[in-house]
């Protein structure tokens, strides 16, 4: 078997603390049979202080040679000025749309270690078990034209264009339905079909592409609506499908709703299971080097990473179990920390899973 | 003084019977020294059924010549399937649109006798009360180009276009600094400006205005994260102001925190303080013809009309004043019963309240 590549991007803010754990669990398992070797790359704004791109031209190659991306965070206050053509944000938006990485998985899940540290009342969120499948190379994110223009009476406008044609959505609802028939067998698709004719597009091609599954169930939901199920009663729903900003916002609004926000991972897929790996969280740049962050969302990344491209499911069980074991010893940092458990740093909570491994 | 004219638009679903219960209690004010005249118009999908468009030339020379609106809900099921241009929603935006109510006023408050409601934890809820300002004729629900087209290899594409010119923006910031002045002075503009360039402009403009407002604090916060503070801790809100698109799902959100959605009345203001009157609800299709549905939020609805647009605030304590009283008396639509709670009817919490004016 081929030494398999993963590029490793630690980006900003708290990013190259966390993935520095999630890089010790990966040695770990290479000292154990997994044939991997790690190749470092800028991004961010880590990338534009010494390159003046956030997402230099080397670190494009190394992500498309790579099998898989290994990324840590981007973004924080001190680019926040920066037009925004030069932002962190576009090193990732930029590999996220060269890769053709379009399909974004953000599973939000209660650990029941965790079962306090939710806002909601238990009732409402034990056991939840939520997918978000959210599309990530389209829509308003990347439609054309943008920018920001003079008008005649001298004033400034801005516009985007949100866009979407069938074999995108098609393409994403796919995704959707072959996670619902291996999980619940629901999909929720959420649009705002009301108002928007390109999310009226999304819903009718979501009905047609219904019909070849026969064995999932579709349901169509308003994106206010939905964010008010969302907290209202969150367990309602199996899978989520839905644009690339409403995925933004209802999957942020569901990962909190977890009260794990710190514990949740996500995945970026193309259309044969390459992927982008990283924290649902962002770069925290509040509490950056401060070694207090939570690395265990970067360490399930990579077990994520090891099951769907990397096939290797027993090493990724290895890692979910070990994450798992150092919860129910009670270690804890600071964001996930309650009376009575342990509280660590981001490298004792990383040290701890490599222990259990 | 003049009569004041107030345009009633019931709409769908459950919006009939609520607007009969908001109109009993303003005709037991006037007989008490309140001078309005009420003018019923048709709009929505009850519009569409009669007359084939949801909203008729005299729903709109009705609510221009009135001085403000009372309106129930619009859209359900049954209109779902018609083109995006004759649903019952475009009679709602038609008017929001036609009568430049471009400041739409939001709040999502705790009522104390209903705190067990939520489903957040108390402590996180407690004492809740945020003002969400959401810009109303603007952004994505008007811009043009849209629609769906054909493309050369045949397949539809469906398009939007997210606009905002600094004039807009301005006119919603200064809403919410006045507003904010007159409460713990703090707002926070919600964006996507790492990501949308109509929003970077928004989030500059904002920036620029708050130089005007020396008693006023402003703070910035990206869409998603938004969501997730909403969850997290929602009482670090005074208020929020943002995009139409933005408003509509953070509103909803914020609303649902509260446990009293059925409780909360919103108002859509032009330059002249002329007003459209709703509860932030919709026309829950689902058990409309019932008697079961919470007039309450369509009640205090038209109290902030007495408030805001007719200048009648004493008329308004007293409305609002009435409907404590009922939920200190322990009635409650099903909506938000109890246990030891009084389960009442819609028309019976209807008459309850005008007992209590
Ligand atoms: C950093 C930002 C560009 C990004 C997004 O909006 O997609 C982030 O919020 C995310 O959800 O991954
Ligand atoms: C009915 C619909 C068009 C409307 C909107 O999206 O604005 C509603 O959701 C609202 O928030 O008032």
Redesign the interface.
């Known amino acids: 078997m081929m030494t398999k590549k993963i590029a490793v991007l630690p980006g900003d803010g708290i990013g190259p603390e966390i993935v520095a754990e999630a890089v010790k669990v990966l040695e770990k398992l290479g000292t154990e049979g997994l044939d991997i070797s790690l190749e470092y790359g800028l991004i961010g704004g880590a990338a534009y202080d010494e390159t003046g791109t956030p997402l230099p031209e080397a670190t494009l190659t190394l992500s498309k040679q790579a099998d898989a991306i290994l990324l840590g965070a981007v973004?924080g206050y001190k680019w926040?000025s920066l037009d925004?053509s030069v932002?962190p944000?576009k090193g990732l938006?930029g590999i996220r749309s060269e890769l053709n990485l379009f399909a974004n998985l953000r599973p939000a899940i209660l650990y029941p270690q965790l079962a306090g540290a939710s806002?909601?009342?238990a009732d409402?969120v034990a056991g939840l078990d939520l997918m978000i499948v959210r599309e990530l190379t389209g829509g308003?994110?990347f439609?054309q034209p943008?920018?920001?223009r003079t008008?005649e009476n001298g004033?400034?406008?801005?516009?985007?264009?949100?866009?979407?044609?069938?074999?995108e959505i098609n393409r994403i609802g796919k995704v959707a339905f072959d996670i619902a028939g291996k999980r619940q067998g629901r999909v929720c698709s959420v649009d705002?079909?009301?108002?928007?004719?390109?999310?009226?597009?999304?819903r009718e091609t979501m009905t047609e592409l219904a019909k070849d599954y026969s064995d999932v169930e579709l349901s169509h939901m308003y994106?206010?609506?939905a964010?008010?199920q969302?907290?209202?009663?969150p367990k309602q729903f199996d899978v989520m499908v839905t644009t690339n900003?409403?995925g933004?916002?209802?999957?942020?609004?569901a990962?909190?709703?977890t009260g794990s926000?710190g514990m949740l991972p996500s995945a970026s897929l193309d259309e044969n299971s390459k992927g982008m790996y990283e924290p649902i969280h962002?770069s925290a740049p509040d509490i950056a080097g401060q070694n207090i962050a939570n690395p265990l969302a970067t360490i399930l990344s990579a077990a994520m990473m090891l099951r769907y491209t990397l096939d290797e499911a027993e090493m990724a069980d290895r890692i979910e179990n070990a994450v798992s074991k150092v919860l129910d010893d009670g270690l804890r940092t600071v964001d996930i920390y309650s009376d009575g458990t342990t509280k660590v740093s981001t490298s004792e909570m990383g040290d701890a899973v490599v222990a259990a491994l």
């Open positions: 973004g926040e925004i932002r944000e938006l806002t909601l009342k409402v308003i994110y439609g943008r920018g920001i008008l004033e400034k406008e801005g516009f985007n264009t949100l866009v979407y044609r069938e074999s705002k079909a009301n108002v928007l004719e390109s999310t009226e597009l999304w994106v206010d609506n964010a008010m969302l907290v209202r009663a900003m409403f933004d916002i209802l999957s942020d609004c990962s909190m709703l926000i962002g």
